[in-house]
């Protein structure tokens, strides 16, 4: 009886686990859309973990510069780094009204010898803005190999299909030929400059250092005595978090500009993404390349038919969300007060883990895209056929100038054809007739027709293009971001 009275207990409880998980809020960035491993980034442990990591560094550089900060102290930090206990905290922040705070509490109940010397000297931001500094780091180089990888894909797309002619488009019309392969170069070489941004800003990313209150660490010269002490202090704590240098000055936060140039990168990959997938979009419309489509994938819930272009839908809706919250980052610098306010808090614990995770779910659709695109090359001549004979005529006017025709007489006669066949096909819906009507012309009788239709008369230079693009800018620029190897992400639901 009493095993059946616990399994009910059991039953119940989950149930109501249930049910209680059923009325929460899950944020679709961190459950749908990004990967585990960004989404644990920016996640609750490993935030406060990192929180406890600064503490334990300040403390660790407080020691080598003689503060009283004992081994004991210092091991004992460390083995309670990531026992957080967050019911504590929760209490804590209940009565303090203070998060720093609260984890201060709760991380020196956790290790009670170093509860004289935790926080010496500092105040929240030396605390805060090091984690955020450290997280964006860790998130812009996950965020970068993830990319890379994807880049790779549709480098190797655009070499396959460098010599493909396709229908060019300018202003959505048709226009001279190009290739598949260069319209791939167009998308990889934006996406390439995304990729540099932001590994440009992880590199300019550097430590906010120990400053204090207000940047001008008085605390620490008060402290250790010395100004070379406390640049020596400052340094020693930077090399504790893989920094090589700091801010050269702060106020009680580094400047919110350097967020700008964060989310002004990811900015950049979203726009450069939702050409890239609109362009897809487009293409699938025209039946000429899809994304990838899975054997069991339904398109449609009424039309069983339907192949929708899904993936580069999504990514064109996250992109549009992450260039939203780029201006966020602007608002946020130009709000700020003297040394410090602290309106930009609650805004930038919202703002910069969404725009991690949205351009962090935009490196992985485009991984999947780009490994898997299908391209139908049938379809791709049947439409450059349609409008080659429109696109041929200045070819055809000089072969038949060259034959011994008259040119002004040749280019009138190819200007009545021309226009006869247009209305041809846009008043009565019928084919283009053109190279019929030039053929039954005796004007034209010596024109070489094979080689004026020859599609790959009239896509320029653009397959050595594609090459010389790859070899000279996207293979180097590649080859130098590695090969680090990255956890799989696999795309969600």
Known sequence: MTDLRTRRRVRSSSRKNRLESDLTFDHPLASRYASAQMVRLWGTQNRYLTWRKIWLAAARAQHQLGLPVTTRQLRDLAAALDRID????????RRTRHEVVAHLRAYADAAPSARPILHLGMTSMDVVDNADL?????????????????????????????????????????????????????????????????????????????????GTQASFLSLL??????????????????????????????????????????????????????????????????????????????????????????????????????????????????????????????????????????????????DGLVVYPKMIAARLSAELPFLATEEILLSAVAAGGDRQTLHELLRQHAQ?????????????????????????????????????????????????????????VLRALGRRPLPPAELRA
């Open 225 to 370: 005595g010395s100004p070379a002490k406390v640049r020596r202090l400052e340094k020693l704590f930077a090399r504790e978090l893989g920094f090589t240098r700091c801010y050269p000055v702060t106020g009680q936060t580094y400047s919110r500009q350097v967020d700008i140039e964060v989310l002004s990168a990811l900015g950049m990959l979203a726009a450069a993404t939702h050409k890239c997938c609109t362009d897809l979009r487009l293409l699938a419309m025209l039946q000429e390349i899809e994304e990838p489509f899975e054997a069991e994938q339904v398109g449609s819930s009424a039309m069983p038919y339907k192949r929708n272009p899904i993936r580069c839908e999504r990514a064109c809706g996250l992109a549009r969300y992450l260039i939203s919250l780029v201006g966020s980052a602007h608002h946020t610098l130009a709000a700020q007060m003297l040394e410090r306010t602290l309106d930009d808090s609650s805004i930038r614990r919202l703002v910069l883990p969404e725009a991690f995770l949205a351009a962090d779910a935009l490196a992985v659709l485009l991984h999947n895209i780009f």
């Open 134 to 214: 450290l997280l964006m780091r860790d998130a812009l180089e996950l965020l970068e190999g993830r990319l890379a990888a994807a880049l790779r894909h549709l480098a190797r797309f655009a070499r396959r299909y460098a010599d493909l002619p396709t229908l060019g488009f300018t202003h959505l019309q048709p226009a001279q030929p190009t290739t598949v392969g260069k319209r791939a170069t167009l998308w990889l070489d934006d996406l390439l400059r995304s990729l540099q941004a932001i590994a440009e800003a992880r590199r300019n990313l550097a430590c906010r250092g120990l400053r204090g209150a207000t």
């Open 420 to 476: 006869a066949a247009a209305e041809r096909v846009k008043r009565r819906g019928g084919p283009n007739d053109l190279l019929e009507r030039l053929r039954r012309d005796p004007a034209f009788a010596k024109v070489d027709w094979a080689r004026v239709l020859d599609p790959r008369r009239y896509v320029g230079m653009a397959p050595q293009q594609v090459r010389e693009y790859l070899r000279k800018v996207a293979g180097p």
């Open 86 to 93: 967050f019911a504590a905290v929760a209490e804590y922040e």
